[in-house]
């Protein structure tokens, strides 16, 4: 069983910056790829960022050039650098992370909220 575990969220002004970050229950490199998803309020589920295995990433036209997805695999940890935040940033950000053996298993993190203030 993986446990995804993010932290880091909060209120900030728009203009500002956060970190967020995603402690997973095993190495990062085992996974077949991780990622960061976002819901605000009365809106579907969408995709952030995500990294593969072998460290291609892949962006958010809303978030390309402000958010920048990476991984530490001596701390088994997922970070998303979120710069220059917009109020449309506002959401419950989760991580997720893909093993795919036979079959593919997806897990999810708890979530944590961000806040942008105009």
């Known amino acids: 069983q993986v446990q995804l575990v993010e932290s880091g969220g909060g209120l900030v002004q728009a203009g500002g910056s956060l970190r967020l970050s995603c402690a997973a229950s095993?190495?990062?490199?085992?996974?077949?790829?991780m990622g960061w998803y976002r819901q605000a309020p009365g809106k579907q589920r969408e995709l952030v960022a995500t990294?593969?295995?072998?460290?291609?990433?892949n962006y958010a036209d809303s978030v390309k050039g402000r958010f920048t997805i990476s991984r530490d695999n001596a701390k088994n940890t997922l970070y998303l650098q979120m710069n220059s935040l917009k109020p449309e940033d506002t959401a419950v950000y989760y991580c997720?992370?893909?093993?795919?053996?036979?079959?593919?298993?997806?897990?999810w993190g708890q979530g944590t909220q961000v806040t942008v203030s105009s």
């Open positions: 095993r190495s990062v490199f085992s996974f077949n790829a």
């Open positions: 990294i593969t295995g072998g460290g291609s990433t």
């Open positions: 997720n992370a893909v093993v795919q053996v036979v079959i593919m298993y997806n897990y």
